[in-house]
């Protein structure tokens, strides 16, 4: 399983536009680029996953280059509710079980 | 609302004492997964159901044991629990070719 390289930590304010970077320099043709969320105290919850290109949802963008070598989470105007730390995985896409193997994640605290 | 549920949330428990740690869902997922979270750290597959098949991870030590005796059900059995893990356990489903995986609360075992 390609291995993640992020950020430890980030800091930013309320209404601010947030990305966190992320490194895959060894995914795999079947490779999804997955983050997931996690609350103190709370399971991690799945924010967005792409491919290629950019995918955006109500709560966040992906965007990948084309070599998918990289990704950044962008996550526009933060408020304090989304202070927690993002997990970016890389996941094979096969019709079975999802194996996650969650990295050291990136703890974003948002100040007033 | 369709869901992971997790009891107990809080669990304490004596060295040596075994002890299990339920998780059902009402998703109708075919897999079901069990992770570790240690404090600080990401969460660690310790095994995944894929419908009534286990899938034990490598390094899952042996004093961890899981049932699944239908869907809806899944339940974690710790042996002879150590200090070492104390943790937080979170259960997890997902659909066979889904894209994301539904984490419960989880159940944060103490270990005296």
């Known amino acids: 399983l390609a291995k993640t390289t992020q950020p430890i930590s980030m800091d930013s304010y309320e209404g601010q536009e947030v990305n966190i970077t992320c490194s895959h320099n060894?995914?795999?043709?079947?490779?999804?680029i997955t983050w997931y969320q996690q609350f103190p105290s709370q399971g991690p919850r799945f924010i967005i996953q792409?491919?290629?290109t950019k995918v955006t949802n109500e709560v966040a963008s992906l965007f990948i280059p084309a070599d998918r070598k990289s990704s950044t989470l962008s996550l526009p105007r933060v408020s304090l509710s989304d202070t927690a730390v993002y997990y970016c995985?890389?996941?094979?896409?096969?019709?079975?079980?999802?194996?996650?193997?969650f990295g050291q994640g990136t703890r974003l605290t948002i100040n007033p | 609302d369709a869901m992971v549920i997790q009891n107990p949330r809080y669990q304490v428990t004596q060295f040596g004492k075994p002890v299990t740690l339920s998780c059902s869902q009402t998703?109708?997922?075919?897999?079901m997964y069990w992770y570790q979270q240690k404090s600080s750290q990401a969460p660690k597959l310790l095994f995944h159901?894929?419908?009534?098949?286990?899938?034990n991870e490598a390094d899952t030590p042996d004093n961890f044991q899981s049932r699944r005796p239908n869907t809806s059900f899944c339940f974690l059995d710790i042996r002879s629990p150590g200090l070492g893990d104390a943790a937080m356990y979170l259960c997890?489903?997902?659909?066979?070719?889904?894209?994301?995986?539904?984490f419960g609360p989880g159940t944060r075992l103490t270990v005296l």
């Open positions: 997890a489903t997902s659909r066979v070719g889904g894209d994301e995986q539904f």
């Open positions: 792409g491919y290629k």
């Open positions: 060894n995914i795999a043709t079947n490779d999804y």
């Open positions: 159901y894929y419908d009534k098949d286990f899938n």
């Open positions: 998703l109708n997922h075919n897999v």
């Open positions: 995985l890389v996941v094979p896409r096969f019709q079975g079980a999802q194996k996650l193997v």
